[in-house]
Protein backbone atom coordinates (compact mmCIF):
# COMPACT_ATOMS: atom_id res chain seq x y z
CA UNK A 1 0.00 0.00 0.00
CA UNK A 2 1.52 3.55 -0.96
CA UNK A 3 1.96 5.22 2.40
CA UNK A 4 0.20 8.24 1.30
CA UNK A 5 -2.92 5.95 2.18
CA UNK A 6 -1.76 5.30 5.81
CA UNK A 7 -1.42 9.19 6.51
CA UNK A 8 -4.91 10.38 7.91
CA UNK A 9 -6.99 13.64 7.65
CA UNK A 10 -10.00 14.58 8.82
CA UNK A 11 -12.77 16.39 6.31
CA UNK A 12 -12.58 19.41 8.27
CA UNK A 13 -8.58 19.26 7.51
CA UNK A 14 -9.40 19.24 3.76
CA UNK A 15 -11.93 21.53 4.07
CA UNK A 16 -9.79 24.09 5.90
CA UNK A 17 -7.23 23.36 3.26
CA UNK A 18 -9.13 24.56 0.52
CA UNK A 19 -10.36 27.63 2.53
CA UNK A 20 -7.00 28.48 2.87
CA UNK A 21 -6.27 29.08 -0.96
CA UNK A 22 -2.46 27.33 -0.70
CA UNK A 23 -2.05 26.53 -3.27
CA UNK A 24 0.78 23.95 -2.52
CA UNK A 25 -0.73 22.42 0.31
CA UNK A 26 -4.21 21.68 -2.03
CA UNK A 27 -1.21 20.24 -4.17
CA UNK A 28 -0.16 17.99 -1.67
CA UNK A 29 -3.31 16.55 -0.50
CA UNK A 30 -3.50 13.64 -2.28
CA UNK A 31 -5.64 10.39 -1.00
CA UNK A 32 -5.50 9.90 2.27
CA UNK A 33 -7.64 7.67 4.89
CA UNK A 34 -10.37 9.65 7.02
CA UNK A 35 -10.09 9.29 10.29
CA UNK A 36 -13.69 9.61 10.81
CA UNK A 37 -15.15 7.73 7.61
CA UNK A 38 -18.32 9.39 6.05
CA UNK A 39 -21.23 7.01 6.12
CA UNK A 40 -24.48 7.85 4.32
CA UNK A 41 -27.46 6.51 3.02
CA UNK A 42 -27.60 6.63 -1.11
CA UNK A 43 -30.89 5.28 -2.36
CA UNK A 44 -30.87 2.76 -5.30
CA UNK A 45 -32.94 2.52 -8.81
CA UNK A 46 -35.50 0.13 -6.91
CA UNK A 47 -36.09 2.70 -3.92
CA UNK A 48 -33.87 0.95 -1.33
CA UNK A 49 -31.86 2.72 1.42
CA UNK A 50 -28.62 1.19 0.93
CA UNK A 51 -25.51 2.41 3.80
CA UNK A 52 -21.95 4.49 2.17
CA UNK A 53 -19.03 4.22 3.43
CA UNK A 54 -16.45 6.80 1.77
CA UNK A 55 -13.03 5.63 3.61
CA UNK A 56 -10.34 8.53 2.20
CA UNK A 57 -10.30 12.02 1.24
CA UNK A 58 -8.34 14.38 -1.39
CA UNK A 59 -8.21 18.01 -3.22
CA UNK A 60 -8.57 17.52 -7.11
CA UNK A 61 -9.21 21.09 -8.65
CA UNK A 62 -9.70 22.64 -5.39
CA UNK A 63 -12.58 20.54 -4.33
CA UNK A 64 -12.93 18.20 -1.50
CA UNK A 65 -13.03 14.50 -2.85
CA UNK A 66 -13.86 11.33 -0.87
CA UNK A 67 -13.78 7.99 -1.99
CA UNK A 68 -13.58 4.13 -1.44
CA UNK A 69 -10.50 2.53 -2.90
CA UNK A 70 -10.17 -0.83 -4.64
CA UNK A 71 -6.45 -2.32 -5.77
CA UNK A 72 -5.77 1.43 -4.35
CA UNK A 73 -7.76 2.94 -7.28
CA UNK A 74 -10.66 4.25 -7.66
CA UNK A 75 -13.37 5.31 -10.10
CA UNK A 76 -14.86 8.68 -10.73
CA UNK A 77 -18.19 7.56 -9.34
CA UNK A 78 -16.71 6.24 -6.64
CA UNK A 79 -14.74 9.73 -5.22
CA UNK A 80 -18.23 12.38 -4.92
CA UNK A 81 -17.36 15.62 -4.31
CA UNK A 82 -18.27 17.01 -0.68
CA UNK A 83 -20.48 19.62 -0.39
CA UNK A 84 -22.08 21.30 2.77
CA UNK A 85 -25.72 21.05 1.51
CA UNK A 86 -27.74 20.06 -1.33
CA UNK A 87 -30.87 21.99 -2.90
CA UNK A 88 -34.21 20.55 -2.15
CA UNK A 89 -35.74 18.43 -4.70
CA UNK A 90 -38.45 20.43 -5.65
CA UNK A 91 -35.53 23.39 -6.34
CA UNK A 92 -33.97 20.95 -8.47
CA UNK A 93 -36.69 20.17 -10.81
CA UNK A 94 -37.62 23.64 -11.64
CA UNK A 95 -33.61 23.73 -13.12
CA UNK A 96 -34.27 23.80 -17.01
CA UNK A 97 -30.80 24.79 -18.09
CA UNK A 98 -27.16 23.85 -17.30
CA UNK A 99 -25.96 26.72 -16.12
CA UNK A 100 -28.61 26.87 -13.66
CA UNK A 101 -27.74 22.93 -12.94
CA UNK A 102 -23.85 24.98 -12.05
CA UNK A 103 -24.87 27.17 -9.86
CA UNK A 104 -26.18 24.63 -7.54
CA UNK A 105 -23.35 22.04 -7.87
CA UNK A 106 -21.04 23.92 -10.16
CA UNK A 107 -19.02 22.47 -12.50
CA UNK A 108 -19.63 19.48 -13.53
CA UNK A 109 -18.01 16.22 -13.07
CA UNK A 110 -17.91 12.30 -13.50
CA UNK A 111 -19.67 11.62 -16.82
CA UNK A 112 -20.32 13.14 -19.44
CA UNK A 113 -21.66 12.36 -22.77
CA UNK A 114 -23.00 13.73 -26.22
CA UNK A 115 -24.66 11.67 -29.09
CA UNK A 116 -26.58 12.57 -32.30
CA UNK A 117 -26.32 13.91 -35.26
CA UNK A 118 -26.98 16.90 -37.61
CA UNK A 119 -30.13 19.03 -35.28
CA UNK A 120 -31.02 15.76 -33.30
CA UNK A 121 -28.12 15.86 -30.34
CA UNK A 122 -28.66 14.42 -27.53
CA UNK A 123 -26.13 15.23 -24.18
CA UNK A 124 -25.50 14.23 -20.29
CA UNK A 125 -24.06 16.49 -17.74
CA UNK A 126 -23.33 14.38 -14.38
CA UNK A 127 -22.08 15.28 -11.00
CA UNK A 128 -21.92 12.78 -7.81
CA UNK A 129 -21.99 14.97 -4.74
CA UNK A 130 -22.46 13.93 -0.94
CA UNK A 131 -23.33 16.33 1.87
CA UNK A 132 -23.38 15.93 5.55
CA UNK A 133 -23.48 11.81 6.77
CA UNK A 134 -26.95 10.64 8.00
CA UNK A 135 -27.55 10.69 11.61
CA UNK A 136 -28.41 7.04 11.51
Known amino acids: MPAAYGEEI???????????????????????????????????????????RLEYGAIMGGEPYLARMFNHRFASSEAPVYVESLPQGKDVKSIKTVKELEKHFGESHGFTSAWGFDDRMHWTVGWTLVTKESPT
Open 10 to 52: TLEQLLAIIASKDEAAMRSAKFKKLKTQWVGDIVNDEGETLKL
